[in-house]
């Protein structure tokens, strides 16, 4: 009898669980929309007009510097200026081309790190690379982005970045000014400087000469400013 009852209990709870179950609303998981192109895009929207905006400082910090590399800088007033001895002090196309597409890539990455989006995005590092044509600066930036949202994750790696800028003439006319300068400071050869498109002006700084060179004829002008030390 005992065993029996038991087995009328075990019926009982088992009936009792599937009432309860039944009794509850089911509900399938949400469903996660896939990241859509529209999600990326935007992203991308975001990320590109901001390394834009840093490349375009970088440039700027440049042109005021004269380098961002040298060994030498002073401070000019509120400005800062890469000081030249010689004209082998001058920055190549090629050194000049590296560091404004190094520089562009850390603004890269402050794009990412120091902006907030809608999804979680991170990046992994960034390099550039940057080519000249004419006086058109191409900088490419690859960067891996991670876009993740529920789950799901999408890569952008591949910027672009143009700048109109003609450095290729602003280095030569910038050796000319310095070979001008320390080949006989007290009587700077104004010929040679002549020989150049571009309208320069040279301020005496104490044991040194702060040297702007310029195009009125751009819009907006363009200038491209350094130091020479006369030894």
Known sequence: ????????????????????????PWRAPPRVAPMSTGDVEMIRSSIQPCIQEGAEIVLEDFTKQGDLDGERHISIGLEERAVFTNQGDVPTIAAALEQIASETALEAEYCVDMTEYPFEVAQDGASSQALL???????????PTRIIREGQESIISEYSVTLTYPLASYLAAARTAVEAITTSPEHIDLTLMHSQAYQYLITPEDDLFDVSLYDPTREPTTSYNFAVEAR
């Open 1 to 24: 009898m005992s065993q029996r009852r038991a087995q009328i209990t075990m019926w009982i709870v088992l009936a009792v669980g599937v009432l309860v179950l039944f009794a509850i």
């Open 133 to 143: 044509s004419a006086d058109q600066i191409f900088i490419s930036v690859h960067m």
